[in-house]
């Protein structure tokens, strides 16, 4: 698509990318990098200050102050906890026997781990991980389904693996399918992600993958991060749960992607 004809949503999408990868925008060159006036550029960085996606200053923009924090794995694993499992389930029924999937670090991607182990029609499945405890809640299922953990360095609050050795295994793949977690999707925004070394290793299961699926619980939703993981276009399916803002879900959804609500998962039986 040629730059004087992107939709604004577009332009102001990709405004936000370039600020994160460079802490501040100038208006003269985004003017020029998007063929549009000095004036549009001015709007549109006013339209993403109003919803705090960034913040103005003289002659651009740099980013907003405030982000959500990091909780610690235990910690988030029990908020929100029957949206997940819903999620989990949800995103276990897309996968099929021979399917090569990636998944993602995080509490929600944990639960399709337990969902995915729980099904004992699957055969012949492959994991590639950089989530610790996503290799053990599927380490049950084996043979049926094989991890193979990317390695790297261990970030001790999300167990999670990252540079230097992640990268490695993901630039060497094409999977099929990769199942992401996130801190925050929004229409401008994209999807985003608290903290930057998981990111980096977020943004190349992207690459890695021929589909992509979010799993996020509705808190997620009309949140903004730190750091820019792709945008919604980069995305095929997001999978939350029905307590989501009906109008973050409708904004979400004329963008062209498919969002699916899910019920609350009950807890397991003990």
């Known amino acids: 698509m040629d730059p004087e004809v992107l939709p604004a949503r577009v332009r102001r999408e990709r405004m936000l990318a370039l600020l994160h990868d460079r802490d501040f925008v100038r208006v003269g060159d985004l003017a020029d990098r998007f063929d549009v006036s000095e004036v549009t550029v001015r709007s549109d960085l006013d339209a993403l200050a109003s919803r705090g996606l960034l913040r103005r200053v003289r002659g651009g923009a740099v980013p907003r102050a405030a982000s959500p924090i990091e909780r610690p794995f235990e910690e988030a694993e029990v908020a929100f906890a029957p949206q997940k499992r819903a999620i989990g389930q949800e995103a276990a029924a897309m996968v099929a026997s021979n399917d090569t999937i990636v998944l993602d670090v995080g509490t929600t991607t944990t639960a399709v781990a337990h969902a995915l182990a729980a ?76 903290n930057l070394p998981e990111t980096e290793i977020k943004r190349l299961m992207v690459a890695a993958t021929a589909r992509r699926v979010v799993c996020a619980d509705s808190s997620k939703l009309g949140q903004v991060a730190l750091a820019h ?42």
Do not use: M, W
């Open 229 to 270: 993981v792709c945008s919604l276009e980069e995305i095929d399916v997001l999978l939350t749960d029905r307590d989501a803002d009906p109008q973050v879900v409708a904004e979400l959804r004329e963008t062209g992607l498919d969002v699916r609500l899910l019920p609350a998962e009950p807890a397991p039986a003990r």
């Open 119 to 194: 099904r004992e029609d699957l055969a012949e499945v492959t994991v590639f991980t950089s989530s610790l405890t996503i290799a053990i809640a599927l380490e049950r299922a084996h043979p049926r389904i094989a991890v193979v953990v990317t390695g790297g360095t261990v970030r001790p609050k999300q167990h999670s693996l990252v540079e230097p050795l992640a990268g490695f295994v993901l630039r060497s793949i094409h999977a099929g399918t990769a199942f992401l977690g996130c801190n925050g999707v929004e229409v401008a925004a994209g999807i985003t992600n608290v």
